[in-house]
């Protein structure tokens, strides 16, 4: 990871680079719009969200669990627990394996009490506390077995700062064998850091595995469900695809450490837990995470399942047989492929095969007999070099023979204009490819300058995927500065729609409490979510991006020192709406006149209404002020086709206007 960094510090510019640039003066600009031109459809995929499992988005994220660790099987077992012994209480507290309910997660809890005293039990942390709201309920389960002594009820609570007691249950358990056990908790106040205590009753051995707490309102109410606010945050997006689940988390740091999709499916609690590569991954940035493991409880199901609810293309990513090459960059050597080439066939079945094949017979199983209508395959995250192209020849063969309708995603690499980059596009076109996945992680400036970047692609050539980008400052904080350069350059892909087929800004989500990469789209703590400045700009781009791209032309933009326009335009026509879509990017200091030219339709235009974003340079969204930078909506007087509009200095402006095609 370190290359990147010094290559994003290396093109840093301070937070006022936008206000700070010297524009040379300039009349009025034009901006003319063919509004009868046939146009280029503009893919329903544009805008679409890249999910992959960092800062806590995952396990202590999107999936609900609250309880961390539950299975024991995090390399040091206790991590997450704390030994309960109160006054007059004594036992011990151990792990074993033997007989063990969930043979891919074998390890349990043994707590041996010899008096209970005032109680002797277990307590779990949580993702840095559990979010409790008052009146909501909570679902506590576990597998648990008397191994020697008497019956025991477990006094389960939910515990507020001070020990105050949110919750409590009585939970019998008598079996010798493995039994499940349940309850529901009633929280009586709303607490962000509640810690939930297990007490046994009497003197003798308890087995326990697989300690589990959900609340009941997830995202559709679902068992093994996800955090209702940031899917409610995501589905906002109307996003056109959700790729996932990675990033480097596909890659591993070593094989060993990579993502198996077939070990993320069937029972939860039998889906081996590894490391998440985010746990090492920069402990010296953020809020380190030493405790970060992905558990499964979020696998490729769940995922799917996602992407149907919320109408979103599943854009899956597999690893091609390479470890992350900012790490060990271990490779399987081509003669040893098979299994690796045979998890992507397999892949596509579980997601679209018919019920009576062996994955679609699995998804079936898990209460998803209908396919879900895979369409995209990405073969590799962000890899590059050589040794990837023939490796992606060898999955694309395989691939082509038995899915020809599959469209194949390929990496162009980490950077969007370096030695990798300048091989991948040269080994692209030998390869059966359909999609390009580039990646820009660069200063605001970048963003500003490369606008234009698609105009120049060759049309010929596959279809492009801008998979992840982020405008990073140099402080790497969400800001309107941010925001705002990436609104410039998505107006070149939209100008571009008949070649830039999807984007989307990268990472997704991050706990404020134990994050290891920023920016990032989403901020949220245990109880609460925001979408930043740049998640607006996302929003407004994707909810008004139309079905065709109009052609635009824009005269007489204010230049920076070096040439380049600060006044940015993409047009689209909304099919349905029948309106005009007109977005127009301010990136100069002050409010700047456009004259707008509606070739192709005659005025009065009725109806039409403006949204506009506009905030100050370093303006953000927090948890406490989630709206600083949010949409205004405004109905506008009826304008002719030579109509002037004045936008507002660092402003984002959609213009949505009914007219007749
Ligand atoms: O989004 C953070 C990381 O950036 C991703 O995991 C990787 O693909 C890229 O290097």
């Given at each position: 990871?370190?290359?990147?960094?010094?290559?994003?510090?290396?093109?840093?510019?301070?937070?006022?680079?936008?206000?700070?640039?010297?524009?040379?003066?300039?009349?009025?600009?034009?901006?003319?719009?063919?509004?009868?031109?046939?146009?280029?459809?503009?893919?329903?995929?544009?805008?679409?969200?890249?999910?992959?499992?960092?800062?806590?988005?995952?396990?202590?994220?999107?999936?609900?669990?609250?309880v961390k660790n539950g299975s024991f099987e995090f390399a040091d077992p206790i991590t997450g627990w704390r030994k309960v012994e109160r006054?007059?209480a004594a036992g011990s507290f151990g792990f074993a394996s033997a007989e063990a309910p969930f043979p891919r997660n074998p390890r349990y809890a043994r707590l041996t009490v010899s008096a209970v005293g005032?109680g002797f039990g277990l307590r779990n942390d949580?993702?840095?506390?559990?979010?409790?709201?008052?009146?909501?309920?909570?679902?506590?389960?576990a597998m648990a077995r008397v191994v020697a002594g008497e019956?025991q009820?477990l006094h389960v609570?939910?515990?507020?700062?001070?020990?105050?007691?949110?919750?409590?249950?009585?939970?019998?358990v008598?079996a010798r064998t493995w039994t499940?056990i349940?309850?529901?908790?009633?929280?009586?106040?709303?607490?962000?850091?509640?810690t939930l205590r297990v007490q046994l009753s009497a003197p003798g051995t308890l087995d326990l595995e697989a300690v589990s707490?959900?609340?009941?309102?997830?995202?559709?109410?679902?068992?093994?469900?996800?955090?209702?606010?940031?899917?409610?945050?995501?589905?906002?997006?109307?996003?056109?695809?959700?790729?996932?689940?990675?990033?480097?988390?596909?890659?591993?740091?070593?094989?060993?450490?990579?993502?198996?999709?077939?070990?993320?499916?069937?029972?939860?609690e039998?889906?081996?837990v590894?490391?998440?590569?985010?746990?090492?991954?920069?402990?010296?940035?953020?809020?380190?995470?030493?405790d970060?493991y992905?558990?499964?409880?979020?696998?490729?199901?769940?995922?799917?399942?996602?992407?149907?609810?919320?109408?979103?293309?599943?854009?899956?990513?597999?690893?091609?047989?390479?470890?992350?090459?900012?790490?060990?960059?271990?490779?399987?050597?081509?003669?040893?492929?098979?299994?690796?080439?045979?998890?992507?066939?397999?892949?596509?079945?579980?997601?679209?095969?018919?019920?009576?094949?062996?994955?679609?017979?699995?998804?079936?199983?898990?209460?998803?007999?209908?396919?879900?209508?895979?369409?995209?395959?990405?073969?590799?995250?962000?890899?590059?070099?050589?040794?990837?192209?023939?490796?992606?020849?060898?999955?694309?063969?395989?691939?082509?023979?038995?899915?020809?309708?599959?469209?194949?995603?390929?990496?162009?690499?980490?950077?969007?204009?370096?030695?990798?980059?300048?091989?991948?596009?040269?080994?692209?076109?030998?390869?059966?490819?359909?999609?390009?996945?580039?990646?820009?992680?660069?200063?605001?400036?970048?963003?500003?300058?490369?606008?234009?970047?698609?105009?120049?692609?060759?049309?010929?050539?596959?279809?492009?995927?801008?998979?992840?980008?982020?405008?990073?400052?140099?402080?790497?904080?969400?800001?309107?500065?941010?925001?705002?350069?990436?609104?410039?350059?998505?107006?070149?892909?939209?100008?571009?729609?008949?070649?830039?087929?999807?984007?989307?800004?990268?990472?997704?989500?991050?706990?404020?409490?134990?994050?290891?990469?920023?920016?990032?789209?989403?901020?949220?703590?245990?109880?609460?979510?925001?979408?930043?400045?740049?998640?607006?700009?996302?929003?407004?781009?994707?909810?008004?991006?139309?079905?065709?791209?109009?052609?635009?032309?824009?005269?007489?933009?204010?230049?920076?020192?070096?040439?380049?326009?600060?006044?940015?335009?993409?047009?689209?026509?909304?099919?349905?709406?029948?309106?005009?879509?007109?977005?127009?990017?301010?990136?100069?200091?002050?409010?700047?006149?456009?004259?707008?030219?509606?070739?192709?339709?005659?005025?009065?235009?009725?109806?039409?209404?403006?949204?506009?974003?506009?905030?100050?340079?370093?303006?953000?969204?927090?948890?406490?002020?989630?709206?600083?930078?949010?949409?205004?909506?405004?109905?506008?007087?009826?304008?002719?086709?030579?109509?002037?509009?004045?936008?507002?200095?660092?402003?984002?402006?959609?213009?949505?206007?009914?007219?007749?095609?």
């Amino acid at each position: 990871m370190s290359p990147r960094i010094s290559h994003v510090l290396a093109f840093a510019c301070s937070l006022s680079c936008l206000a700070a640039v010297p524009l040379v003066a300039a009349p009025t600009p034009t901006v003319t719009v063919d509004t009868a031109a046939a146009g280029a459809p503009i893919s329903p995929q544009m805008f679409g969200v890249f999910f992959e499992d960092i800062n806590f988005g995952g396990d202590g994220g999107i999936s609900a669990e609250l309880v961390k660790n539950g299975s024991f099987e995090f390399a040091d077992p206790i991590t997450g627990w704390r030994k309960v012994e109160r006054p007059g209480a004594a036992g011990s507290f151990g792990f074993a394996s033997a007989e063990a309910p969930f043979p891919r997660n074998p390890r349990y809890a043994r707590l041996t009490v010899s008096a209970v005293g005032e109680g002797f039990g277990l307590r779990n942390d949580g993702y840095r506390g559990m979010g409790v709201t008052q009146g909501a309920r909570y679902a506590f389960s576990a597998m648990a077995r008397v191994v020697a002594g008497e019956a025991q009820t477990l006094h389960v609570e939910l515990l507020g700062a001070k020990d105050v007691v949110l919750a409590s249950a009585e939970v019998p358990v008598s079996a010798r064998t493995w039994t499940r056990i349940s309850a529901d908790l009633l929280a009586n106040a709303t607490e962000p850091k509640a810690t939930l205590r297990v007490q046994l009753s009497a003197p003798g051995t308890l087995d326990l595995e697989a300690v589990s707490l959900m609340p009941h309102d997830t995202w559709k109410g679902r068992r093994n469900g996800l955090r209702a606010d940031l899917v409610q945050l995501l589905a906002d997006l109307k996003p056109g695809f959700i790729r996932f689940p990675g990033g480097c988390i596909v890659e591993g740091r070593t094989l060993e450490n990579r993502y198996q999709w077939k070990n993320t499916v069937g029972p939860v609690e039998n889906r081996p837990v590894i490391y998440n590569r985010w746990n090492v991954e920069f402990a010296d940035r953020g809020k380190g995470a030493y405790d970060y493991y992905q558990s499964f409880r979020l696998g490729f199901f769940e995922y799917f399942q996602v992407c149907a609810d919320l109408g979103a293309a599943p854009v899956p990513i597999i690893n091609c047989g390479m470890a992350c090459q900012f790490n060990s960059g271990e490779l399987v050597p081509l003669a040893e492929l098979d299994p690796y080439v045979q998890d992507a066939l397999d892949l596509i079945e579980f997601a679209n095969g018919s019920v009576s094949s062996t994955w679609g017979r699995v998804r079936a199983e898990m209460g998803h007999p209908e396919p879900f209508g895979l369409k995209f395959l990405g073969i590799g995250n962000e890899q590059w070099g050589p040794q990837y192209f023939e490796r992606y020849a060898v999955f694309a063969k395989a691939i082509r023979a038995r899915y020809p309708e599959i469209q194949l995603i390929t990496s162009a690499g980490p950077f969007p204009e370096d030695p990798k980059f300048q091989l991948a596009w040269s080994e692209i076109p030998k390869l059966p490819v359909d999609i390009v996945d580039e990646h820009s992680y660069a200063p605001p400036e970048w963003f500003l300058n490369n606008s234009q970047r698609y105009d120049r692609q060759d049309r010929k050539g596959p279809k492009i995927f801008v998979g992840e980008y982020a405008a990073h400052v140099p402080t790497r904080r969400n800001n309107w500065t941010s925001a705002l350069a990436e609104a410039a350059f998505i107006t070149g892909l939209e100008r571009n729609a008949d070649v830039v087929v999807m984007s989307a800004y990268a990472p997704l989500l991050a706990h404020m409490d134990a994050w290891q990469w920023n920016p990032n789209l989403i901020w949220f703590d245990n109880l609460r979510s925001a979408g930043t400045a740049n998640y607006a700009v996302q929003r407004l781009f994707s909810l008004h991006r139309g079905d065709i791209a109009l052609p635009i032309k824009v005269e007489g933009a204010p230049v920076a020192e070096n040439g380049q326009p600060r006044l940015y335009a993409s047009a689209a026509w909304d099919k349905s709406a029948r309106e005009l879509i007109l977005k127009l990017v301010n990136a100069t200091a002050g409010p700047q006149e456009v004259s707008l030219a509606l070739a192709g339709t005659s005025g009065p235009i009725r109806g039409g209404r403006a949204i506009v974003l506009a905030a100050a340079l370093d303006a953000e969204n927090t948890l406490d002020q989630p709206a600083g930078v949010a949409p205004v909506e405004e109905a506008l007087e009826p304008v002719g086709a030579g109509a002037r509009r004045t936008v507002p200095a660092h402003s984002v402006t959609v213009l949505r206007l009914p007219v007749a095609r």
